[in-house]
């Protein structure tokens, strides 16, 4: 049986697919196999392709990366798929850490980090890092996957019985595909993370998506957006509040439901479905009224505001009124608004264009500008931090009733 199956879906990449084939056939022991999946491309890529020894090779008419991989793994058999993207560069003496990790620790797929770059006119790299990368020492890794796309395909090596087990690539999904897999299989499977580079990103201002759906590299950030959106609205009306439960531990029933609320809130927001996000954080809100939030739950409630899109959708208005009444009517409300507008204050990202004058509004239209000045002097002093209460997030990478 083939060990891995090196999987390279192309459309139009004739100026980078052959630097990119180069790096994964470094890497190639006797029993992998690396196939390229031509998405009908009008370059000279199939051309450039046949001239390298050792790569399978097959066409398609333009349908998509979703169809060209779906393909592909029905014409591979590697134990193991690693999926290359045909303008990304593989990192040398990757692959093998991959395959011990995900191998040592019995996971279903295991993934490491990437770098960004761009080329001048004579080709020499500029070095641009890792775009966003949570912090992945605490917390589990199907929450962080749940919260934000970061794994890259380029970066993981997957079971192929893991793929078995979800099904096959979402071919209506064409954009955000890989994310939308990647959800599916963390939901699935146990996931490892190997703290190392594995392969190099390149940015460039060529157009994204198949023909269908082509978009300038600029449109990247709402096109992701909008899919994302679709992604967790199929996940909302299909994993239910059990799922989010299983992501934490408590011995009081009322207080791990209103904590596994709030993190399906989070979730949500963080992906701008914020109708979905209120409904659950005035549910949090009416639950265990005589506990305080525990430690965990104001963690949750600090990262609603964090998502790497921003919180555009806090002002719209049907939910800026909500909001503000989760601020005064309940107790629990209160907290649960204060620990959001905390945790987005310390976690400002300047990435995002006009999120701190966005925040302003947001905190003046919330608590008031003296309320926020309050809670940021506690925060510094060390001041009214919950105690660990009786809920805490698991380590455990596979919900129930994930389907």
């Given at each position: 049986m083939t060990r891995i199956s090196f999987l390279l879906p192309t459309f139009n990449r004739a100026?980078?697919?052959?630097?990119?084939?180069?790096?994964?056939?470094?890497?190639?022991?006797?029993?992998?196999?690396?196939?390229?999946?031509d998405d009908g491309s009008t370059d000279d890529t199939p051309a450039i392709v046949a001239g390298i020894v050792g790569v399978g090779y097959v066409r398609q008419d333009n349908a998509g990366k979703s169809v060209a991989l779906n393909r592909g793994m029905a014409r591979t058999d590697g134990e193991f798929v690693m999926i290359c993207d045909d303008d990304d560069v593989l990192r040398p003496d990757t692959v093998a850490p991959l395959l011990a990790t995900l191998e040592t620790r019995n996971a279903g797929f295991a993934f490491g980090r990437y770098s960004r770059f761009t080329t001048d006119a004579s080709g020499k790299w500029n070095d641009l890092g890792t775009g966003y990368w949570p912090d992945l020492g605490s917390g589990s890794l199907v929450r962080h996957i749940l919260e934000d796309a970061f794994v890259m395909q380029n970066a993981a090596l997957v079971r192929r019985s893991a793929y078995e087990k979800v099904g096959p690539f979402d071919e209506t999904m064409l954009r955000s595909l890989d994310y939308e897999m990647f959800v599916r299989l963390a939901l699935a499977v146990p996931a490892a993370y190997l703290d190392r580079y594995i392969f190099d990103q390149r940015k460039h201002e060529g157009a994204r998506g198949p023909a269908s759906a082509l978009h300038a590299a600029s449109a990247s950030d709402q096109v992701w957006r909008e899919w994302d959106r679709r992604i967790f609205g199929t996940l909302h009306a299909r994993l239910p509040i059990q799922g989010y439960e299983g992501l934490l531990e408590g011995s009081e029933p009322l207080v791990l439901r209103r904590a596994a609320?709030?993190?399906?809130?989070?979730?949500?927001?963080?992906?701008?479905?914020?109708?979905?996000?209120?409904?659950?954080?005035?549910?949090?809100?009416?639950?265990?009224?005589?506990?305080?939030?525990?430690?965990?739950?104001?963690?949750?409630?600090?990262?609603?505001?964090?998502?790497?899109?921003?919180?555009?959708?806090?002002?719209?208005?049907?939910?800026?009124?909500?909001?503000?009444?989760?601020?005064?009517?309940?107790?629990?409300g209160r907290q649960v608004v204060e620990a959001m507008i905390a945790g987005a204050l310390w976690q400002l990202k300047s990435r995002v264009p006009g999120e701190a004058a966005a925040l302003r509004r947001l905190t003046t239209d919330l608590v008031g500008p003296a309320r926020t000045a309050w809670l940021l002097v506690r925060r510094k002093l060390g001041l009214g931090k919950p105690s660990a209460g009786s809920v805490c997030e698991r380590n455990a990478a596979l919900l129930p009733d994930a389907g």
């Open positions: 100026a980078y697919i052959a630097e990119s084939i180069h790096a994964v056939r470094a890497q190639m022991g006797p029993a992998d196999e690396l196939l390229v999946i609320l709030l993190q399906r809130a989070c979730i949500n927001a963080r992906h701008d479905l914020w109708e979905g996000a209120v409904d659950d954080l005035e549910a949090a809100a009416a639950a265990a009224q005589g506990t305080p939030l525990t430690a965990v739950e104001v963690e949750i409630a600090g990262r609603i505001l964090n998502g790497k899109h921003g919180f555009p959708g806090a002002f719209a208005p049907e939910i800026l009124p909500r909001l503000k009444a989760l601020a005064t009517q309940r107790e629990i």
